[in-house]
């Protein structure tokens, strides 16, 4: 059953609101956002419809399934009233050339998992009602309602910015049956569309309009990708991912010290093309152990590492 909720006369400022949004910092939220729960409205579906019609998603099957739940996030929880969107900020003042910056450290789908979990169990604690979180992985449309809870803007890279820091964000979600005041809507809002990225891309997979084709993007050809890749391909540096949208907009603030949550490995940070491409299989499992680098099996990375620029 959903739940309302009224201040208590003694509780002053301290609304469920501001007191969820100090309760997802001390988690490691740099943002906080909230959306009413419901339909994505038809023009976004539309969109993401006409881009799956296309076969811009590449091989990435299983962006076509599920088609229901991504558009009624409701689905995923019975009676939810409420979007809570968190950002997660993972700027790096360190680099590998040849990996990108999210991969650095342990794998974000862990790390924000348990984060938003025991923020659920803060909420339910403290407020009542049934609440789910998603990460990544479920069929919802997390850019969508991060810029619809007021978190960002989607870029023309298709990264959603967070205004102050930039698109170096994991993003994760709490459904809940509660009922929250939602924050102002930045769906509608564009990120001054300079076309850095657009310039940079190294495959051309953004199209300076908003699109993307994931067929030419290096992050897609590196990490979601499993066939041969053509040998007209050039991936340059890339061998997990591509950051180059994201070095040259020029909404990412750099940073001086790493996010404890996301603190690079320094066994990754060292990393040369070649000691990937010479790594045995004892070495991959121990040195990405409890990484997102896992996502791309042992043959696939030696592989990529093998296939010269």
């Known amino acids: 059953m959903a739940t309302s909720f009224f201040p208590s006369p003694c509780s002053g400022a301290l609304t469920p609101e501001r007191l969820i949004r100090a309760a997802a910092e001390l988690r490691g939220a740099c943002r906080t956002g909230f959306a009413e729960a419901g339909p994505v409205d038809d023009h976004h579906v539309a969109i993401y419809r006409d881009w799956i019609a296309a076969g811009r998603h590449g091989s990435m099957a299983y962006l076509e399934r599920y088609d229901d739940i991504r558009r009624d996030p409701r689905l995923l929880l019975d009676g939810a009233r409420s979007i809570i969107c968190c950002a997660f900020d993972y700027r790096q003042p360190y680099h590998n ?173 060292a990393l040369t093309r070649d000691a990937i491409a010479s790594m045995d299989h004892e070495s991959y499992c121990t040195v990405f152990r409890n990484s997102a680098i896992r996502r791309i099996k042992y043959p696939r990375l030696t592989y990529l590492a093998n296939r010269r620029p």
């Open 97 to 269: 050339r040849h990996i990108a910056d999210y991969a650095l450290g342990d794998d974000y789908h862990t790390v924000v998992r348990r984060q938003l979990e025991s923020l659920a169990d803060y909420i339910k604690e403290r407020f009542g009602g049934e609440a789910r979180v998603c990460v990544d992985t479920a069929p919802i449309r997390e850019r969508y309602w991060a810029s619809r809870s007021g978190l960002g803007v989607i870029g023309l890279n298709n990264q959603l910015i967070v205004p102050g820091i930039g698109s170096q964000v994991f993003l994760g979600e709490v459904l809940w049956t509660g009922i929250l005041a939602p924050d102002t809507s930045l769906l509608d809002s564009d990120c001054g569309r300079c076309g850095r990225c657009h310039s940079a891309c190294p495959g051309s997979a953004i199209d300076g309009l908003g699109g993307l084709d994931a067929r030419r993007c290096h992050s897609y050809l590196t990490i979601e990708c499993r066939d041969p890749l053509d040998g007209n391909i050039t991936l340059g540096d890339n061998i997990v991912g591509c950051d180059i949208c994201q070095r040259v907009c020029p909404h990412n603030i750099p940073v001086a010290t790493p996010p404890a949550l996301f603190r690079p490995r320094p066994e990754v940070i």
